[in-house]
Each structure stands twice: as C-alpha cells, then as structure tokens.
C-alpha cells in the first residue's frame, strides 16, 4: 500500500529510503492509509497513467480472484477477461485526459463466476503541480439494491395489470384487510350497492382505505369478520339485498390479515343464463343430499318422505326453463 502514497504524491521519494530516521511521519502516514484501505469492505485499487496497477486491498483480490503479487504490476487485460477488464476500464481515458470524476453503473463477473450489479467510483491522482499521475477507483455491489428494485418494478406492473382486469370484472370484487378496510375493489362493488359508493369511487380510485362497514350490507361485513377471525378458506351465501338476489364467495387471501370477496348480483339481467342454471343446479343438489340424509334416519316411509321433500323442494327452485 506504500504504492498508494507514492502515487498521490510521487515526487515524495522518501517512500524508497524507510530506513531514514526522518522519514518516520510518512511511514506511519502510509501504514494507516494501508490499514485503512485494507479495512475497507468494498474492493479498491490505484493505476498508474500508463495502466499499471499500483495498489489494491483485499476485497479487491477476493472479486478478480488473484493474490495481491498477481495483481500488481500488470495492466488489468493482463490479468482478467477482456469483458471484465472493460468494465473496470470504462470511462478511464476521460478521468485521465480531463480529470473528471466517473460514477456508473455495470455488471461485473466475480472470480466465483457469479455476476453482480456495480457501481464503479473513478477519481483522478494528481501530483503538486496537479499534473494526473493515476487513478484510484473503488466498486460498490448494488446487486441485493437492484434486486428489490426488479422486485419493486415487477410488482408494480403485476398491480397494474391486475387492477385493469379487476376492473374489467363484471361482478363486485372487494378485498379487505383484518381492521375490516378496503385494500382495493372494482367499480362493479361500488355500483353494488348504491349511488354514493360509486361517486366515492371516483374519488377514491378502488374505495383504498375506506370502511367496509359504511359502504356495504351488514351481512356482508360480518361474514368478512368471520373468515378474517377463523381463517377459513372459504365462505359462501345468497342473500337479499334492496330486492335483488346476490351471492357472496369471500376467500382468505392471507390468513387472519386479508380477504377476498366476489359478489354477483343473480337478478341482472347480464347475468349469463348458464350460470343460473348451475346456480340451481347447485341448490337441487346440496337439498336432495339433505333428502336423504333425512329419509334414512326415518327409516320407515323413507321413500315417502323422499317424495314429499323432493316435491317442496321442486317447487322451491328457480325456474330456469320457463325462460324457453
């Protein structure tokens, strides 16, 4: 690291004679600059004008993969591929010709063979007289940064994606978080149930924040408790709401933290008839199980009373192909 001082300050010979009694302050000047680099946990290393490398610390051998011996004295392409040898290299003709500082960023091989995100830091070495003599440059990983900000950016376009298909969804979509507010919804939720809401929407882009409890049906609210405070997988019910039929699935997306509801609204005329007639479909069949169930515990007259309650409960479905 004697390099170091040498370099900085090249017309200082007295780094050749360390024997001199009064060379005693720039001995110990440049073992602290030797002890502070070598402390430094970000590789760092100092070249000469004509591209020999001078000096560098440890973290530095660690990343090229050679011993502090193999490394100085010899040009960067001397030791290292040609790709990374330009990546260290770039931008240093201007720092030499024009002494301007260099700040970029660039991918660069480690010796391990795994590729990192850098920032390589440039600035020039001058003597008294501020001739360039050098450059020292030093390489800070960004490569744990560059992953949360992929991540971030990733997430933020998945968010915008889902967000266009939630609102393309025609059915109300809500999705809640345990203090019972909304993390995000579709206009077909606020259209749901009422004028207000649908105004707020407009305002409050996906209703971010606002109380389930003032915008939709105390059933509804209550349900999204349950599954919030249970954790169950799944919810589902019809209900009647200012006359219309609606049904309600509500998920858990994140147990006891987030919820998820889809609400369809049965009597729309939009509704597509194949879903009502899988709805009843579905009712017919939950209530002939119940049939049954009853019928074998009777015992006797199983068969009547199959007949009976099959008859109440025919009477009782939609009546789906009357729309023939």
């Not at 991918?107 to 440039?122: E, G, S």
């Not at 968010?159 to 909304?182: C, H, P, Y």
């Not at 003032?214 to 997988?233: D, H, R, Y």
């Amino acid at each position: 690291m004697i390099w170091v001082l040498s370099i900085l300050n090249p017309e200082n010979n007295s780094c050749n004679n360390m024997e001199n009694p009064g060379n005693n302050d720039y001995r110990e000047q440049a073992l602290l600059y030797e002890k502070i680099l070598e402390g430094m946990p970000i590789p760092v290393y100092c070249k000469s004008s004509d591209g020999i490398i001078k000096a560098c610390n440890n973290a530095f051998t660690r990343i090229i993969g050679l011993e502090k011996n193999e490394i100085t004295g010899k040009k960067v392409y001397d030791i290292v591929e040609q790709e990374k040898a330009d990546a260290l290299l770039f931008k240093d003709r201007d720092t030499l010709n024009n002494g301007n500082d260099q700040f970029y960023e660039t991918r660069l091989k480690y010796a391990d063979q795994t590729t990192h995100d850098v920032i390589i830091n440039k600035s020039a070495i001058r003597k008294d007289n501020r001739e360039i003599t050098g450059i020292i440059s030093s390489i800070i990983d960004i490569s744990e940064r560059e992953k949360i900000k992929r991540k971030l950016e990733k997430s933020e376009e998945e968010n915008m994606i889902s967000t266009t298909m939630l609102q393309k969804i025609r059915a109300g979509v809500v999705i809640v978080d345990d203090k019972m507010k909304i993390i995000n919804s579709n206009i077909g939720f606020a259209r749901m149930f009422g004028e207000e809401n649908e105004e707020l929407f407009e305002t409050i882009p996906g209703l971010q924040g606002a109380e389930l409890d003032m915008l939709a049906p105390e059933l509804v609210v209550n349900m999204f408790k349950s599954i919030l405070e249970t954790g169950e997988n799944r919810m589902e019910r019809d209900f009647k709401f200012q006359n219309k039929l609606m049904s309600i699935n509500v998920i858990t997306i994140s147990r006891n933290k987030i919820a998820g509801a889809i609400i369809r609204d049965l009597s729309s005329p939009m509704l597509e008839r194949a879903e009502i007639i899988e709805r009843a479909r579905q009712v017919n069949r939950k209530n002939m199980k119940t049939v049954q169930e009853i019928a074998f515990l009777l015992g006797e007259n199983a068969a009547q009373t199959e007949e009976l309650l099959n008859s109440i409960i025919e009477s009782q479905k939609y009546d789906v192909d009357e729309e023939n």
